[in-house]
C-alpha cells in the first residue's frame, strides 16, 4: 500500500483563490511528520511546511497551511490567494518515527496551474 | 554558503558505462541521502547515511553504491548504467534530528542511452 497518496495529478485555479491541495497518509507510528514541497519548473524542492503529528494546532505558514484530520490521515495544503507563482509540482511527505534513521517518502505529485 | 552543491548538472552515458554523481554539503550535517525523480512516480530514496562510514539502502537501491567517507560527501556510483536509471537525481541533506531543515541540492539529469 502506497504511504503517501496524491489523488490530483492536476489542479487549475485563478489567480486569487484559494486552492486545496489533497493529501493521505497511511502510517500505524504514532509519531510521524507530514511535509509539503513545491518543484517550480527551474527544478529545485522547496520546503513549504510541514506538520507534526502531536501537534495540536493546524500548521500555517504564510500564503501556506496545512489541513491536517489525524483520524481520517489526510494532511491537505491550503494554498490562499493564489498568485501566478504558484504554479508548480507540489509534493506531501511523510517521515516516520522520531529517529535520525528515519527516512522521508514522497506522494506522486499534483501539478498546480494558475491561470490569471 | 553553498548548501547542497550537486555535480555534474547534465550527463550522458552510454549503456554499461560507470560514472560517478557527486553531491557536497558545507553545513556538517550528519544525514545525507540521494533520491531519484521519475515523471508520475515521485521522488524515491536511493541510499541514505546517518554519518561517516554510515549508509543504508532505501527503497530503489539496486545498481547503485554509495559509501560516506566524510561529513561533507556523499557520492552515488553507478557501476553499469542502463535505460532505466535514466531520471533526475537528487542529494538532500539535514541535521540529525531536525526534519524540517532538509536541503536539497539542484538536481543531476542523467540520460542512459
Known amino acids: 500500500a502506497q504511504k503517501i497518496t496524491q489523488t490530483q495529478p492536476g489542479m487549475f485555479v485563478q489567480e486569487k483563490e484559494a486552492v486545496t491541495l489533497d493529501c493521505t497518509y497511511d502510517?500505524?507510528?504514532?509519531?510521524?511528520?507530514l511535509f509539503w514541497y513545491k518543484q517550480p519548473s527551474s527544478g529545485e524542492m522547496i520546503f513549504l511546511i510541514y506538520?507534526?503529528?502531536?501537534?495540536?494546532q493546524n500548521a500555517t505558514e504564510g500564503r501556506y497551511s496545512l489541513n491536517f484530520q489525524k483520524a481520517r490521515k489526510s494532511a491537505n495544503l491550503v494554498i490562499s490567494a493564489s498568485q501566478l507563482g504558484d504554479s508548480a509540482m507540489y509534493f506531501c511527505a511523510m517521515r516516520e518515527g522520531v529517529s535520525g534513521y528515519s527516512t522521508l517518502t514522497f506522494g506522486k505529485g499534483t501539478m498546480l496551474l494558475v491561470s490569471p | 554558503n553553498a548548501g547542497v552543491t550537486q555535480t555534474p548538472k547534465f550527463q550522458v552515458l552510454k549503456t554499461g558505462q560507470s560514472m560517478t554523481l557527486q553531491c557536497a554539503q558545507d553545513?556538517?550535517?550528519?544525514?545525507m541521502s540521494w533520491y531519484r525523480q521519475d515523471p508520475g512516480m515521485g521522488l524515491r530514496l536511493i541510499h541514505y547515511s546517518v554519518g561517516a562510514g554510515i549508509t543504508d539502502q532505501g527503497e530503489v537501491p539496486n545498481g547503485y553504491n554509495v559509501s560516506r567517507s566524510t561529513t561533507e560527501d556523499f557520492p552515488l556510483r553507478l557501476l553499469s548504467a542502463a535505460p532505466s536509471q535514466t531520471s533526475v537525481y537528487f542529494c538532500?541533506?539535514?541535521?540529525?534530528?531536525?526534519?524540517?531543515?532538509?536541503?536539497f541540492g539542484s538536481g543531476t539529469q542523467l540520460s542512459v542511452l
Open positions: 506538520q507534526g503529528s502531536y501537534d495540536q
Open positions: 538532500a541533506s539535514r541535521p540529525q534530528t531536525d526534519w524540517e531543515k532538509l536541503f
Open positions: 553545513m556538517n550535517h550528519e544525514y
Open positions: 502510517t500505524s507510528d504514532p509519531s510521524y511528520g
